[in-house]
């Protein structure tokens, strides 16, 4: 029989599995071809240490509440290798939400009220992407641990022939709006690519030495 201290050890050993499963430690990580139609993207430059960006999408949230409706998507573009940022504090972003060009008259309106946003309109984007679920602000930490970043940037070299120096990573929240609970990850591909360079803040200075090809968060 077993003593209390082994049920209880055995115990936590169960809810330690059960939680790294509804975490998603178990999922495989899915690569493969996607295409996002059209958008408009509604966004800002953001600067920073890309550990923030939950802050950051807080804030970018609760400006998005005079956006009328929920039929956005809120996003990230993250334009640098943090592991290869001298100054982690100079890491480029912009931070928004995708919509419908349907709604081009909301945003508009959107725009008067918020001058710090600007829009563009991407037309169809090919990507590779990934997705995550998204549990709480761990499932972060967990894709980064997991090499999704990674991974997803050394297929799209592989398969797509994607520059390391024109690589950029996508990310967007459906969670946050009230779609999935996941966390879908893009890297852009193809001539409509470059439409998403929207950062006009200066590129940060980078180390001496690189550890590696690929692009960890």
Not at 20 to 39: C, E, H, I, T
Not at 58 to 67: C, E, F, G, N, T
């Amino acid at each position: 029989m077993l003593s209390s201290t082994q049920k209880i050890l055995a115990s936590a050993a169960a809810g330690g599995l059960g939680l790294a499963w509804y975490m998603g430690s178990f999922n495989p990580v899915q690569m493969g071809d996607s295409k996002l139609n059209g958008q408009l993207f509604v966004y800002k430059d953001q600067v920073g240490d890309y550990k923030n960006k939950l802050y950051n999408l807080a804030q970018v949230k609760k400006d998005l509440s005079d956006l009328p409706g929920k039929n956005y998507t809120i996003t990230s573009v993250f334009y640098d290798n943090p592991l290869y940022i001298k100054d982690k504090n100079k890491e480029r972003s912009v931070i928004g939400a995708m919509i419908d060009p349907s709604e081009r008259t909301k945003v508009d309106r959107f725009l008067l009220q918020h001058p710090e946003y600007h829009v563009v309109e991407t037309g169809d984007l090919n990507t590779v992407s990934t997705k995550f679920p998204y549990r709480n602000s761990l499932s972060f930490s967990l894709m980064n641990w997991k090499g999704l970043y990674n991974r997803l940037c050394k297929y799209s070299t592989e398969k797509k022939e994607v520059k390391s120096s024109d690589r950029f990573i996508v990310e967007r929240y459906p969670y946050l709006s009230g779609g999935d609970k996941i966390v879908e990850v893009m890297v852009p591909y193809g001539k409509n690519a470059a439409l998403l360079n929207l950062s006009s803040l200066p590129t940060p200075t980078k180390k001496d030495r690189l550890p590696h090809a690929y692009f960890t968060p």
